[in-house]
């Protein structure tokens, strides 16, 4: 349990939170580990020679990166309504019964759903930006090949697929915004 102070630091009261079966407590788990000891540990890190113990402030590029991610991100949401206000000129322009475009809609829609859990776990294997560059490139040929696919089934493959590559797009940029504010500056959701 703890106690917030006037400074939002948050203090240790007297009941101490109940460990596991290892001895390690909640808030043990949580705290950034040591770093390695060994012949590098003495030597400072590039990014820290010469430069405040703070945060580095976030840069104009930074900032252009991220409302990059931003746009991506609403291509591939503003992308479900297009397709879904323009099903009927789909359906005439493929032949398609009614039955066969609905799938054209919930094939992403299940792709996309089925990605964004899995997006975490790659975002760690292959970094945030790298992800997010595959995610926007595969989303952006998907795309082009839907706008020329001639027949529902392809259609319907090239849609689920697009829904696939482009569900990792969201949860990055929220991932993302969270990195310019500094941890005792976000919300109680973000702890």
Known sequence: MTAITNDDTPTASTANPPADAGGETAASRLQTPPPPAGRDAAAPSPSSAGSSAGPRPVSTRDWLGFLSMVVGMFMAILDIQIVSSSLSEIQAGLAASADEISWVQTSYLIAEVVMIPLSGMLARILSTRVLF?????????????????????SMIVWRALQGFIGGAMIPTVFATSLLPVPAGRSGPACR
């Not at 595959?134 to 001639?150: K, P, R, Y």
């Open 133 to 153: 560059t595959i995610a926007a490139a595969g989303f952006t040929l998907t795309s082009v090949a839907c706008a020329f696919t001639s027949s529902i089934e």
